[in-house]
């Protein structure tokens, strides 16, 4: 891990206080997304892909009320993807290629914030 992402927690804090600027509410639509997501879930562990996933924050959000999920974060910012690559290890997949994508499937929940 490069030492410029060695403190990846303070990364992660400092990203969320920075994005919270901009969307106030961001934390609830998080908590909607994930509730959506559990709704409509089985038994099954979910299937989630996150768009745009950047830093992760989405895909840390939804490992935590989701263990076992399968996850795939997906992303084109190469600093923003060695923060994601950092905070989630090999809980998630991180796909920086478009065309490598897994095929979702209609069993998978797409989760992602504007």
Do not use: N
Request: hydrophobic share 45%; charged share 25%.
């Amino acid at each position: 891990m490069s030492t410029y992402i060695s403190e990846i927690d303070a990364w992660q804090e400092s990203w969320d206080r920075q994005q919270e600027a901009y969307l106030p509410d961001r934390e609830q639509r998080f908590a909607a997304m994930l509730d959506a997501v559990d709704a409509i879930r089985d038994t099954a562990p979910p299937r989630l892909l996150d768009l745009a996933g950047g830093t992760g924050t989405i895909s840390l959000r939804a490992l935590r009320r989701f263990p076992d999920a399968e996850l795939t974060l997906v992303d084109l910012d190469p600093a923003l993807l060695a923060l994601a690559t950092a905070t989630l290890g090999d809980r998630a997949s991180i796909v920086t290629e478009v065309g490598t994508l897994w095929r979702a499937g209609p069993d998978a929940a797409v989760v992602a914030v504007r």
